[in-house]
């Protein structure tokens, strides 16, 4: 039976042009390719004419999005665009190993009823120099409304997405995490898939949102703000 197709979206601001390459290389390398990758980014971005170049030399397998707002409305704007039957958000300095998504969307095979489907990681230097290596997230309303943290780039059914309305951007810094919540309330644990198998590099970088104390105690108390 063949994989289902899916779509990436990464939203990017001004990244660090190796970490963007590399991430976007990443994806185009994967065993199992997307349909389309769509890269979110402002006008103005450093790297907008090497997002462009890509654009036009992809084959329409990369496709630019410039919408105005914040991120989480341009990452909102980007999965409304996405044609494949799953859709996955991945940021643009992490590097997924190449079979990332032929592993996770195997598991959409054998079991049709899964909406989220989501791995293990390592943690890496800037230089993706492997430093340890994540446990597997439970998938559990309980845990998420505890944890206020999500497992990272899951692939999520398009049609799920749509039923529970994409993003609500108003939680600013959370809308990813409210966005979980959403799915999880509709289609309780049973419906997400945690695979323990490593699949991608998790990049920690100096000035990063988990690198930065004060972004992160602000994103953490926009989503309790969610849970309440």
């Not at 994806?27 to 990758?37: A, C, D, F, H, V």
Request: a negative charge.
């Amino acid at each position: 039976m063949p994989l289902p197709s899916y779509s990436i979206v990464m939203t990017t601001k001004d990244m660090n042009r190796l970490f963007l390459r590399q991430a976007l290389e990443s994806l185009r390398n994967q065993n199992y390719p997307p349909l389309e990758i769509i890269i979110v980014h402002p006008a103005a971005d450093k790297n907008a004419e090497y997002i462009a170049g890509l654009e036009r030399s992809s084959r329409g397998l990369v496709r630019s999005l410039v919408p105005e707002g914040t991120q989480f409305e341009a990452m909102d704007a980007g999965f409304r665009e996405c044609q494949g039957e799953f859709v996955s958000a991945f940021d643009s300095d992490d590097y997924a190993l190449p079979a990332k998504y032929h592993v996770e969307l195997a598991e959409a095979v054998q079991d049709p009823s899964l909406q989220v489907i989501y791995s293990r990681y390592c943690y890496t230097d800037e230089n993706l120099n492997i430093q340890s290596i994540s446990e597997i997230d439970p998938p559990s309303l309980e845990w998420l409304r505890k944890m206020c943290i999500i497992p990272g780039p899951a692939l999520v059914r398009r049609e799920a997405g749509e039923k529970v309305g994409w993003l609500d951007t108003a939680y600013e810094g959370a809308a990813l995490y409210s966005f979980w919540l959403k799915l999880m309330e509709r289609y309780k644990g049973g419906a997400f898939k945690a695979v323990d198998a490593v699949t991608w590099l998790y990049r920690q970088r100096e000035g990063a949102l988990s690198q930065t104390e004060s972004k992160t105690v602000h994103q953490m108390d926009n989503r309790r703000k969610a849970v309440q």
